[in-house]
């Protein structure tokens, strides 16, 4: 990887729908040359995929919350398919501590929220924050400090 490759990765964080002839004119590229170098790192497994971000709350999602969960790891066999298989999950992670997983949610109302936190319960305790406001929203990852990382 290259410092091209950086910045074609960059500006497609910013905008996954930039056309390959704008994205070729930022890195001084031709335009298949630059789709050449995007089906490489697709194939490398760097760009895992393109997604449109969306405003939850003008959908009705009023409620992000993140809830701990306490799940022994005996349970992650069962653990796993149940929690892909639960639509209003926006992430889940493995994490250190005593909560072993970290769920973002949202939910149209704290009566949705209460039920699935019920629901999960039964793999172990949980402590739920509710979301009030979000400073920085997901970004993608600034890899211009990286450089020298990646480029050898």
């Keep these: 990887m290259d410092?091209?490759?950086?910045?074609i990765i960059e500006l497609l964080q910013k905008n996954a729908r930039f056309p390959l002839k704008h994205l070729a004119e930022e890195v001084f590229l031709s335009t298949p040359a630059v789709s050449s170098r995007i089906e490489k790192l697709q194939e490398a497994g760097i760009i895992t995929g393109y997604t449109a971000n969306i405003n939850p709350i003008k959908l009705g999602y009023n409620i992000k919350a993140f809830i701990n969960l306490e799940v022994s790891p005996k349970q992650k066999t069962d653990f796993y398919p149940?929690?892909?298989?639960?639509?209003?999950?926006?992430?889940c992670n493995c994490v250190t501590g005593k909560y072993s997983m970290l769920i973002k949610v949202a939910y149209h109302t704290t009566e949705e929220l209460d039920a699935f936190i019920n629901e999960i319960q039964k793999f172990?305790?949980?402590?739920?924050?509710?979301?009030?406001?979000?400073?920085?929203?997901?970004?993608?990852?600034?890899?211009?400090?990286d450089e020298e990382y990646f480029v050898k």
């Excluded at 149940?82 to 992430?91: A, D, R, T």
């Excluded at 172990?124 to 211009?144: C, D, K, P, W, Y």
Aim: proline share 3%; hydrophobic share 35%; charged share 25%.
């Design 82 to 91: 149940f929690i892909k298989s639960c639509p209003n999950v926006l992430e």
């Design 124 to 145: 172990g305790n949980t402590e739920t924050q509710i979301v009030f406001s979000t400073a920085v929203e997901h970004r993608g990852i600034n890899l211009s400090k």
């Design 3 to 7: 410092k091209i490759d950086l910045k």
